[in-house]
């Protein structure tokens, strides 16, 4: 073999080993790829629950507080309704009273008690079982309490949420760097940053577990 035949050898070998490089890179940039795309997805999905979560808590937390002004509302008013029966008795134990006046005082006095009594629990008459429908103290304090159940969950949901999104674009930045770089490390670690991300995505749905922090 002359050296010319050699140095067509080489050069073969290394024309081989170029291309076989510069498929590997494409592999490795066309998965990179992929898993950018679908991390990309999964933060947008992320972003809507959270959105959504955000809306309920705001939500939720407006109508536990306008339940709770309005039993507020109804506790001042039955206040005014017990002083007046106070009051009420107190005349009735004088002496000296007319039949017609110790019939009027009675009568308002068993009103009084009667609109307390409502006041305390006024259930929904299409619903009378349900404590979560009515006007009375009692069904205002089971919606407001309701309420505020359904703003703590909406809120662990928006904390799962929000941390989610931020490993989740970690996530793309490790991964688009990665391709410029060609650099396998990298890509694991965006792919790591991406899963957890996921996984508290799909938390903030479900709340499968608590967040330990």
């Known amino acids: 073999m002359d050296s010319a035949d050699a140095a067509e050898m080489v050069a073969e070998v290394h024309e081989g080993e170029e291309e076989s490089g510069e498929v590997s890179r494409t592999r490795f940039r066309n998965r990179a790829a992929l898993m950018i795309a679908i991390l990309a997805g999964i933060l947008a999905i992320c972003g809507l629950g959270g959105g959504n979560a955000t809306d309920d808590m705001i939500y939720n937390n407006i109508k536990a507080s306008d339940t709770w002004a309005f039993f507020q509302a109804k506790n001042m008013r039955q206040t005014a309704y017990e002083i007046a029966i106070v009051e009420l ?5 004088e002496p000296g009273l ?17 609109t307390i009594a409502r006041y305390e629990s006024e259930p929904d008459p299409a619903a009378p079982n349900d404590p979560l429908r009515g006007e009375g103290k009692r069904q ?8 505020e159940a359904a703003r703590e969950v909406a809120s662990e949901q928006d904390n799962n949420f929000d941390l989610a999104e931020t490993l989740l674009q ?8 990665a391709i410029l ?18 996984l508290l995505t799909v938390n903030g749905f479900f709340l499968f577990f608590p967040l330990p922090f």
């Open 89 to 93: 008795e107190g005349d009735l134990a």
């Open 98 to 114: 007319t039949p017609e006046s110790r019939a009027r005082m009675e009568r308002q006095l068993a009103e009084h008690r009667a």
């Open 140 to 147: 205002l304090r089971a919606q407001a309490q309701a309420y």
């Open 170 to 177: 970690l996530a793309l930045v490790l991964g688009s760097v």
């Open 181 to 198: 770089a060609l650099n396998r490390p990298i890509l694991v670690m965006s792919g790591v940053l991406g899963l957890i991300g996921t």
